[in-house]
């Protein structure tokens, strides 16, 4: 049976909060395989009486470490978020399985150039495939799109991480920054060209957010001339 389909015990060993209502989670999980960067498990809850609800949440870690990271955006009327983002404290215990996916994922072993492009908490997968691509000499870019700068997860380590090989650049949704000189607004055929690698440069894009910024996205990509195989797509339901 593949390690991915067993459910494993997980015990929070540090919680902190990001963005707005954001909290980045650590766990340590027995006999964890590892992971590559970009991919996710399934993390599950079992109430008192037995009711059990499960969410997939995108990894920000990966190697061979025992130990985990997630980070969870809260959905007000979510079943799973609430929980992970306001109640769990350390020494708490879930279950998770996976990893799972190996189709969003990127190795150090890759070459060509990377566009990352993450709506809101899409961000999580891009941390991890940044993380990974420290000391790689594959050309590296993000675009994050977000709606405030309040909003933004993990500003410090992106801050830090920013360098000449890795440019970020910013799109706010809703309010930009006073010296920012793009106004706010969702990205848009302006932002594709002007913000991320051109189809010239033959880069793979990696695509994460709720579902309706991915499609929009991926459908500029294509429209810039970015070929459909070359765009990695990782969508989710939350808003």
């Not at 830090?160 to 106004?183: E, G, K, Q, V």
């Amino acid at each position: 049976m593949s390690t991915g389909f067993l459910w494993r015990v997980a015990t929070v060993t540090s919680a902190r909060p990001t963005g707005s209502r954001g909290r980045v989670l650590e766990l340590a999980v027995e006999e964890w395989p590892g992971n590559i960067a970009g991919q996710h498990v399934d993390v599950r809850l079992t109430a008192e009486d037995g009711y059990q609800a499960v969410r997939s949440y995108s990894l920000a870690s990966s190697g061979t470490v025992p130990t985990i990271e997630l980070a969870v955006d809260e959905i007000p009327d979510g079943e799973v978020s609430p929980y992970l983002v306001e109640d769990v404290r350390p020494g708490d215990q879930v279950e998770v399985r996976g990893p799972i996916g190996g189709y969003f994922v990127w190795t150090p072993d890759r070459p060509e150039p990377v566009q990352l492009i993450a709506g809101g908490s899409g961000i999580v997968p891009m941390i991890a495939i940044a993380r990974a691509h420290v000391g790689s000499s594959a050309p590296l870019r993000l675009l994050y799109s977000v709606r405030t700068p309040a909003d933004v997860f993990y500003v410090e380590e992106l801050n830090a991480l920013a360098n000449a090989d890795f440019r970020i650049d910013w799109a706010y949704t809703r309010s930009a920054p006073a010296d920012d000189a793009r106004p706010p607004g969702r990205v848009d055929a302006a932002t594709i060209a002007e913000a991320t690698l051109p189809p010239s440069e033959h880069p793979t894009v990696y695509v994460c957010g709720p579902t309706g910024f991915v499609e929009t996205v991926a459908d500029l990509l294509v429209a810039a001339g970015h070929p459909p195989d070359r765009i990695r797509t990782e969508r989710f339901g939350g808003t």
